[in-house]
């Protein structure tokens, strides 16, 4: 439904989105943001949905999709999936994907990932996913998946648009323009794989402690603010076509 306040965000901050041919020798790599049942699954817990959701499901679908073509191309992934201590609590939210729950584990079209060679499968304790890549020893395993695979481009979707995946992605061009990255150069983030949770306004004031958070504006929002700090937004990606070579 759209409503006539989302009309006029758009029109305040209007967002224009491309499209993306990913080459084959374009070192893509795809990062999938805590597609996990905590904040996908209807009823998994504190901070999933209520019911079903249109833009969620949307975002699963085209991450899946995205997942088996990678695969099939054994190009490199990397998924964060949010899992919390019992006893270290994330404010200002209440408990949510406590580790070794399913709520912290990817939903079920996404699980098969995990056997998966090419994947790199990254527990994180906070909301941003390249500070919860970093080891006691002051590595990071984000950072070095870069590296290691010699990644140009970086395919980001997930869940939170505005919380989760913006954190990501300010930090990941953060840390590229300061020359941690290299050769990373592009960060793309695929607006039709990436979802956010709904409150509306009339419920937050009937919860105690709620924020308002209206999905439709809140994932443009993130998306306008992963643009601003250099983000490519795009709303269609597809697959270059093997090219055939005549024989002379
Ligand atoms: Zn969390």
Redesign the pocket.
């Known amino acids: 439904m759209v409503s006539p306040t989302i009309d006029l965000l758009k029109g305040e901050i209007p967002l224009e989105q491309d499209s993306v041919v990913l080459a084959d020798d374009a070192l893509t790599g795809l990062v999938l943001v805590d597609i996990i049942n905590g904040f996908c699954t209807v009823g998994a817990g504190n901070?999933a949905p209520r019911q079903p959701n249109s833009q969620i499901s949307g975002m699963i679908k085209e991450s899946e999709r995205l997942a088996r073509l990678f695969c099939e191309k054994k190009w490199p992934i990397m998924a964060f999936l949010?899992s919390?201590h019992p006893n270290k609590p994330?404010e200002p939210?209440p408990p949510?994907?406590i580790a070794g729950t399913d709520e912290s584990n990817l939903v079920p079209a996404l699980r098969w990932i995990e056997n998966e060679p090419n994947v790199t499968i990254r527990r994180k304790?906070?909301?941003d996913g390249y500070l919860g890549s970093t080891e006691a020893d002051g590595s990071n395993v984000f950072v070095d998946w870069v590296k290691k695979n010699q990644i140009k481009s970086l395919l980001v979707v997930g869940i939170c648009t505005d919380i989760?995946v913006l954190d990501f992605v300010c930090s990941t061009l953060s840390a590229r323009n300061l020359g941690f990255l290299t050769p990373l150069r592009d960060v793309v983030v695929y607006s039709r794989a990436c979802a956010t949770f709904d409150i509306p306004l009339h419920v937050a004031r009937d919860t105690k402690g709620a924020l308002a958070h209206p999905q439709e504006f809140m994932h443009h929002v993130g998306l306008y603010m992963a643009k601003e700090r250099g983000a490519k937004i795009v709303s269609e990606v597809s697959f270059d076509a093997p090219k055939i070579t005549a024989r002379p």
Request: proline letters at 0%.
């Open positions: 901070l949010d919390h994330e939210y949510h994907c304790d906070c909301f989760c």
